[in-house]
């Protein structure tokens, strides 16, 4: 056991959390059991800083479209209207802003904002890319009124862009980061919010202990996930082929015009499904049908905003198995389009 903050860390949990900081350039790692909950605590931490600041710095900006967590506080930040339906009222002191406009964004944040919180790839908006400069601007705008910039990367962590993490790209660097999903290999569920050192995670947030906390077993088996991604380049794969991928599916639009947009980096990937480019009205029933008739075929993949089909294959996907799912894309594409 290693005694660490008034805490006790087996091996495996201290070096997890040794390793997270290196590998992010941020200083202080909590661990956790899911997203919600890292983002639970990202919540709980920026307004506890806020506070330090000034009574009123409590409000959170986040974006539209975006997808942070099913409880009540992360589906509140979520700001897609179907995930919060029913769990009226929902906690205060959010604001939501449309992603990749900095110009909303600065006028949303103010003399009571405490954080930003945003994806640096939306998944569940649809695999919305942002424009080069904007994560840059986030930035700009945090640092100019004191807010914290927060990264959200629990679907574009470890490896899935390209980059270990998808801030990496253009080098914003978050004063706070979430992480989950492939944390534990997509085995094991963990989670865990690194942030600022000068933030101290032990002195704003009660650490608690949660039935199953920094599970020795789901850190070893992070360890050996981050150990697999580095020793077979699997960031640098996932790069080559999404590129790739999106290329092949970007010539199907030739062919086919119910393609109305492809879209994404490394292997976080989307086709939106239009039933005319110029009106971008969504074809959602052409995107179940297109779904149902590839899942006969032996591929899955899920619907996102009920027209986008994401494409968010394992890091470790051969060409082959590539070209087969696309080959199997194109086939449905024509059997749906064919019914149109």
Known sequence: MIHCSNLYYTVEQATLVKTLAQLSGLERVFLCNSGAEANEGVIKLARKYGKTLGPDRVEIVTA????HGRTLATVTATAQPHYQHGYEPLPQGFRHVPFNDL????????DKTCAVLIEPIQGEGGINIP???????????CDASGALLIFDEIQTGMGRTGKMFAFQHSGVKPDIMSLAKGLGGGVFPLAALIVREDLDVAGHIALGHYTHEKNPVACAAALATI????????AAHAAELGSYALNRMKAMMDNHPLIGDVRGLGLLMGMELVKDRTTRERASDEAEAMMYAALS???SFKLTMGNILTLTPALTITREEMDRALDIIEDCLYEVEKTV
């Open 131 to 141: 424009d080069a400069g904007y994560l840059q601007g986030v930035r700009d705008i």
């Open 297 to 299: 075929r032996g591929l």
């Open 64 to 67: 539209e479209e975006s997808f």
């Open 227 to 234: 150990d697999y991604i580095e020793s077979n380049g699997l």
């Open 103 to 110: 110009a909303a964004l600065k006028q949303a944040v103010s």
